[in-house]
């Protein structure tokens, strides 16, 4: 079975830019995550998503931050001015459910200059 | 508020010894969930095991066993016969019923050292 799938793998940008990032769950998975890891620290929850529906976003700084899943499959996560606070590792996870076990891509990492 | 709370920032072991990594919580939640992951250099999360709150037994999986006592609020992950491999990043993590609905947090983790 294959694995949460994300890319890109490496982004470098300056900031002010705008950067997307994509990821594609495990097949059958409605529950889709985003964390944002910055170095150092534990993962924190961006938005989760259930199908093509938002279940949370209280984390997500919707001044800069976008993220959808049109088709309740893959999403995007859209950055758009780029702070240099925003480097980090993006990690996305998917689940059968809320309930469920996340298992996690390997990750976007991001280096704001 | 929830919060998790790993208070190892760094820990060493020789290798084939036990070792225990410490976890502690805090939630009002009637019900939730506790996890523990592996994240080696690579950076990918890795699912180790899960205890959930009405669990009577602890929770086993191959080497790891999670020492879960829910009246101190305590999920340990304890890791038998270390390997070298098992060299990594440890996050404790839990999925309770917040506003939002099976939010998940997690600990700043903990770094293990196994020496040969």
């Known amino acids: 079975e294959a694995g949460v799938a994300q890319s890109p793998r490496y982004k470098i940008i300056e900031k002010r830019q705008s950067v997307a990032f994509w990821c594609n769950p495990i097949?059958?998975?409605?529950?889709l995550y985003w964390y944002q890891q910055i170095l150092g620290q534990g993962p924190k929850l961006l938005i989760q998503?259930?199908?093509?529906?938002?279940?949370?976003d209280s984390q997500l700084p919707k001044d800069r931050f976008s993220a959808e899943r049109l088709k309740g499959v893959d999403s995007t996560l859209k950055i758009q001015p780029a702070k240099l606070e925003d480097s980090a590792v993006y990690l996305c996870?998917?689940?059968?459910?809320?309930?469920?076990?996340?298992?996690f891509g390997p990750g976007t990492r991001l280096l704001v200059l | 508020a929830q919060k998790i709370t790993q208070t190892q920032p760094g820990m060493f072991v020789q290798e084939k010894e036990a070792v225990t990594l410490d976890c502690t919580y805090d939630?009002?939640?009637?019900?939730?969930?506790l996890f523990w992951y592996k994240q080696p250099s690579s950076g990918e999360m890795i699912f180790l095991i899960y205890?959930?709150?009405?669990?009577?037994q602890n929770a086993t999986e191959g080497r790891y066993s999670l020492n879960f006592q829910k009246a101190r609020k305590s999920a340990n992950l304890v890791i038998s016969a270390s390997q070298l491999g098992d060299s990594a990043m440890y996050f404790c993590?839990?999925?309770?019923?917040?506003?939002?609905?099976?939010?998940?947090?997690f600990g700043a983790g903990t770094r293990l050292f196994v020496k040969a």
């Open positions: 996870a998917s689940s059968l459910s809320l309930a469920e076990t996340q298992y």
């Open positions: 097949s059958g998975h409605a529950t």
């Open positions: 998503f259930q199908n093509n529906g938002v279940v949370d």
């Open positions: 939630t009002s939640d009637p019900s939730y969930g």
């Open positions: 205890q959930g709150s009405y669990d009577q």
């Open positions: 993590a839990m999925r309770g019923l917040g506003s939002g609905g099976f939010k998940t947090i």
